[in-house]
C-alpha cells in the first residue's frame, strides 16, 4: 500500500477541495509533509481527513473537529487511523458536549438511550476501510492503465 499521496490523489481518494486541503494545513487541521512545494499526506493524515469530511458533513464545525481529533491524540496517545482495530468495529458518539469511542454495541446502546440530545454517530472502522478500498482501487485502476498504455505504445513503435 502506498505511504504517501499528494494533494491530487487525496482530492480523487475524498472528494475534499483543494483549497479545504490548503486551509486545513493552514490551520493545523491536517499538516501534511513538504516536498518543496508539494504537500504529501500519510494513509493516517488521508483517513482523519475522511473522517473530518464526514463530521463537515454532519454539521460538524472545525472548531467541533479539532476538538474530536484532540480529544482522540490525548485519550490514546495515537492518531485516528491508528486506534481503529480491523478486527472490531469503533465508533466515534457525540452529542454536541461528550465524545465517546466504542467497539461494544451494547455500549452504544446504552448511550443512545441514555442520552438527552441526538447523538451523532461515526462508524470509525468503515472510514479506514473505506480509505484502503480507495486506495487500493486507485492503485488497480493505476497499475492496469499503465500496462494498457504500454502495450498500445509498443505495437505503435
Known amino acids: 500500500m502506498q505511504d504517501r499521496f499528494t494533494s491530487r490523489e487525496v482530492i480523487a481518494l475524498t472528494g475534499i477541495t483543494a483549497r479545504q486541503l490548503q486551509w486545513w494545513d493552514e490551520r493545523g487541521v491536517v499538516r501534511p509533509e513538504r516536498e518543496g512545494h508539494r504537500r504529501l499526506y500519510s494513509l493516517n493524515q488521508l483517513t482523519e481527513i475522511v473522517v473530518i469530511c464526514q463530521l463537515r458533513r454532519k454539521g460538524f464545525s472545525l472548531q467541533g473537529v479539532r476538538k474530536v481529533v484532540r480529544f482522540l491524540e490525548r485519550e490514546f496517545g495515537k492518531r485516528l487511523a491508528e486506534i481503529v482495530d480491523r478486527n472490531s468495529e469503533t465508533h466515534l458518539l457525540t452529542d454536541g458536549k461528550h465524545l465517546y469511542l466504542e467497539t461494544s454495541a451494547k455500549q452504544i446502546v446504552d448511550i443512545l438511550k441514555n442520552s438527552d440530545q441526538p447523538i451523532l454517530g461515526i462508524c470509525l ?33
Open 125 to 157: 472502522t468503515d472510514a479506514v476501510r473505506q480509505v484502503r478500498a480507495g486506495v487500493t482501487a486507485a492503485k488497480v485502476s493505476t497499475s492496469v492503465t499503465s500496462r494498457d498504455y504500454l502495450k498500445r505504445a509498443r505495437k505503435a513503435s
